[in-house]
Nanobody
């Protein structure tokens, strides 16, 4: 069974940082591209970032480019999202995604 379990969310002030993690199991993690997707209250899902299976290629939405960094550790079956210079508009539930599946999400709230 494929499982994606996100963690690391929380409440942070504008300008702060958080590091999200996604622990994957039930599939050969190192063989698949991975993504982060977020959904703000009352809005549809927004793709945030993606990384290829080997970790050598990364992609970002314009809204997070230069502030967020996606990475992965294939030995640990874990995906990361380092989020810096957070803004209130980054408030959302963040999901890792692959194989057409999402995890349960982790809440990120940016507020003073």
């Amino acid at each position: 069974e494929v499982q994606l379990v996100e963690s690391g969310g929380g409440l942070v002030q504008p300008g702060g940082s958080l590091r999200l993690s996604c622990a994957a199991s039930g599939f050969t993690f190192g063989s698949y591209d991975m993504s982060w997707v977020r959904q703000a209250p009352g809005k549809g899902p927004e793709w945030v970032s993606a990384i290829n299976s080997g970790g050598g290629s990364t992609y970002y939405a314009d809204s997070v480019k230069g502030r967020f960094t996606i990475s992965r550790d294939n030995a640990k079956n874990t995906l990361y999202l380092q989020m810096n210079s957070l803004k209130p508009e980054d408030t959302a539930v963040y999901y890792c995604a692959t194989l057409g599946l999402w995890g349960q999400g982790t809440q990120v709230t940016v507020s003073s």
